[in-house]
């Protein structure tokens, strides 16, 4: 932080005091927006008086201040407008009361609780560990199906409950008694002079057994007192005149009905600094990451000997488990759910009744499409802007029908060229366009929001509270259009604000149906409507346009891409402090042109990938406090969104005066002075 | 018989030849009087007589508030289209207006604040995700903390749909997979499967089971372990690490805890109603006929017109676990509120719940609405039939020995009021309650001070629940 921008921070108080410039950000701020937004009027609930100065811990507020001035929805139409020269400085002031200096080094790898395997995990792990495939974990409660991230593999989305606990352990015997015995590092007694196995040589034989097995099924060694702490339940059980093989088998259950196992337990370091985890540490989360499962032996072997530690090594480790066929599942799991296209296999999407067409066999090949997609860039190591526009897209036969193409043959996905613009990119994939659908039509709303959200990772805000719905639509000799419909209702200035942001972008897909066909007649026979116009004076007609809005974007893009697969990776949702990891995954893709296998590689050598902090007790108690029942502070705006980790300005770090380039602000471009 | 529930229960099975369980009951004698709940359980609990039984069933989106209006206050005459399907049962209904949940009132944003809530009574933290807190326990987990001290289960959580993730508005979607809270910060998971719920309740623990089963002498030793082991860990990691493992050791004391009531309960002579195992079997068969779909998600199989099928097997299920006394306690879900689930397994229905909730877009949207909130009264109905044909041992009827609580979180589903909830309360609560009212309450009434009358009536002896001003004995005095 310039000693400048110290100066204005430390002067800007929750007021505007006598004596400040009207030049300075705080004034501009109160100038044009406290008319409305002040302590004795704040409209949709939104005091910016109070909010005072920009402070990261009021960073989800000062989020959605800087998301309106930047679109420009906020001051209103009509309302005296900063000129370009003020809006500038404003935003500028934001983003760097809220973020520091762009060249601020990462140096907080945030927290994250242990995690307890999933049920995919845990079925995968099953399976690696004791050679024993199947859907062992059906038996527990679902999980929560992700936490805020949206990713399943979330922490705070995986809770151990009684029920679970209690099927857990018979799960684990069960598995334990369909193991390969090789796979359980089974160590036979020595038999003494007469043949007979005495109760020493059994136990002794139990731990060498476990000696063996424990760190693996742990993924870490273990110490002797662990290994006798298991060691006494075989006592106990063989006590009661239970077989020397059955009294293992309940050993070994109980090794998996350990937290030591369900749980990826991290040790902790003392003091309040960030500290690198273990290298067996380090290499589950690597593991887990790309495989959903436990590690292999060549990477327990570079943890074990530490080289691990070692950058070349941990990248040499993550293009070789890349490209192992087991990291297909991260591909699926991360894209399926950060595009919603996994809610097709859940409950969400059209019903046959309606679309005969909508086939199991069509609904699993629109799953598939962005899956296969996302494979061919990381195995190719081609460029993630190919996310956005590319000229091909993979098809299987149902969906080469779909989309009227010719499919080149054979039964699973061929890559087949696209000359017209109208399909290649995630925005034309039929699952995107049907998870975003209503059961029978299309929603150019939902659409747009998908953009906003999932590519833009610029979220409208909620309705403000009762909000009227769209209303039926005028009865009259000529039937209204939806865009008609959707231009009454933004005329509530209270819905404006969003909708100019969130309408236009959906239009733009409307020469796809709820299904993602290709169409060039709107529902009813209507004529289609594919124009959006942007807040920022853009105007575009049809997907290929649309691409090319967002290209202008592919930045923001980009930091959406690289904060949704962060996330995914370490387990939560992204904070404030992750912002310069973000910046520093971004300007190294930039750098190597945006490829693929660079990303997860640069994600695996990021700080918060290899480190983690204690929590504070601070902290703790924060988590741990309950609100209460009666809400001491009035009901919180409807743009009050809790800390979400709007995108850093992904370029280079730019002078004071300066606000972040236009690339990397979200569906605006109006920027120059 | 074998000391281990899990073996017993087999044991039992082979009679039948079905792989059916017995009902863990004592010829509907409770096992009452001396209170074997351990003094952890604060709240002191003096059952009726006969057990009453409790279940808590959501409404999710709301309703079409106009056609569900119960009336004036009095008897309770011909019902609105919304509740039609109850008409058969109006001698135990009663219809409860102007109450609400203050608590969901603190933020303005629908659906999480209010649903997250709907039990529990308190403020819900705003929040995406990694702090997630209800900052309450929700009434059933009160109640079961009493009643599950005697049946085998401590409650009963189903749900028609699974848990989604991800956020929404400011608030982590997870708030709406579940209406009951064992902590603040601890979601009780439900079982949506009919078959696993049937499995878990009458059968083996899910899925085939292990060649040679788990003793109660086998279970107590790995959990005595595990209990040591999650200890010793708890000392190794952080400060925010050993909430986790709390939470992992307070299940494991709870399953502790459920083994020896198990056992207690496993010691005493048994006397089979053949009619309970003929249901049982019933139930049993119904599964085979409507299972899962193989190789498909199971979840897809909601999808199908069988969706009302599945439902009803679900409240089936419900049924038989509150008539073996498996459990006294139960949350049934129709659904996630603001659940996008596609309806169109009703005729005439084609968009998901919630989109159609919001019918002021236009008169095609209401249609469809009012044929989903139609379609849940519909199944309501269905469990009171079921319930009132099953006749107990103190001659009242399995509803009339229960308080079985509908309601939503929301006044309405287009404008989402949250003052004045459609709730309704069937049942005789074995004969404390008065149905076949409608009792217009004064606006702003604490829902809570429902659930303390009902929490009472179970004989949880408290005398508030989160914001409760009073208990709302409306309900027992005719």
Redesign the interface.
Known sequence: MTPRFLLMAALAGPTLSAGESPDQPAALLARFCYSCHSSAQHKGDFDLERLGAPDPKQASQWEQVRMNLAERTMPPRGKPQPNASEHERIIAWIDRGLDGPDDSDPSDPGLVSPRRLTRLEFNRTIEDLLGVAGDHAAAFPADSAGGSGGFDNSADGLFVSPVFLELLLDVALRVVEQAKPERLDLVAPVPDKSGAWSPQARRRAVEASLASFLPRAWRRPVTPAEVQALVQIYLRSTAQQVTHDDAVRLTYAAALTSPNFIFRIEAAKPGTAPYPVSPFELATRLSYFLWSTMPDKPLLEAARDGSLAQPAVLAAQTRRMLADPRAAIMSRLFISQWLGTDSLATGTGPDAKFFPVYTPALRAAMIEEPVVFLNALLAGDRSLIELIDCDYAFVDPELAKHYQFNHPGGEGFARVAITDGRRGGLVTMAGVLTVTSRGDRTSPVLRGKWILDELLSAPPPPPPPNVKALAAPKKGAVQETLRQRLERHRADPSCTACHLRIDPLGFGLENFDALGRWRDSGDGGLALDTVGNLPSGETFSGPKELKLVLMQRKERVMTTVIERMLSYALGRNLERCDRPTVRRIQAALAKDGWRAQTLVVEIVQSLPFRFKRNQVASEARARAEMVPVKPAAPPTAPTALPAKPAAPPATPPVPPAKPSGAPAQPVSKDKSP | MKPSW?ISRRTLLRGFGVGMALPMLDAMTPLIGADPAPASRAATFAAPRFPVRMVMMNLPNGTYYQEWNPGPAGALGALKPMLEPLQPHTADLLLLTNLWN??A?????PHYANEGCLLT???V?????????V??ISMDQVAARCTGAVTRIPSLHLNM???????D??Y???YN?QLSW?S?T???????EPR?AFD?LFR?????????A??D???K???D??L???TA?KG??????Q???D??L???R??EL?LERASAAASKERVIDPAMARATKEIAGALGNAGTVAG??S??A??GRDHTKRTRLMLDILALALWTDTTRVATFMFGNDR????Y??IDGV???HH?LS??????DKLVQYRKICIWHSEQVAYLLGRMKTIKEANGASLLDNSMVFFGSALHDG???GKEDLPILLAGRGGGAIKPGRVIVNPKKTPLCNLYLAMLQTLGVQTEAF??STRPLSEITTG
């Open positions: 899990s203050k608590s009132t603190a933020d303005s944003i009574g308190t403020v933290k705003k929040t995406e995700g990694t702090d997630v807190s900052n309450g749909q699974k848990p989604v993730g991800g956020k508005t400011g982590a979607r997870m997979n064992s603040p601890t979601p009780v998971p439900n079982e949506t696993r878990r083996t623990a899910g899925g085939p089971a292990a060649v040679r788990l003793s002498r086998d279970r030793s790995v959990l372990y595990v040591s082991d999650a860990l190794r990691v952080g400060l925010g690490d909430r986790k493992l939470e992992y307070t299940a494991v709870d399953v459920q498909d998600s979840f897809l909601n999808l659940n996008n689930m596609n169109s397994f084609k968009e998901d989109n919001h019918y002021g877009e236009g008169p287009n404008n989402h989160a914001d």
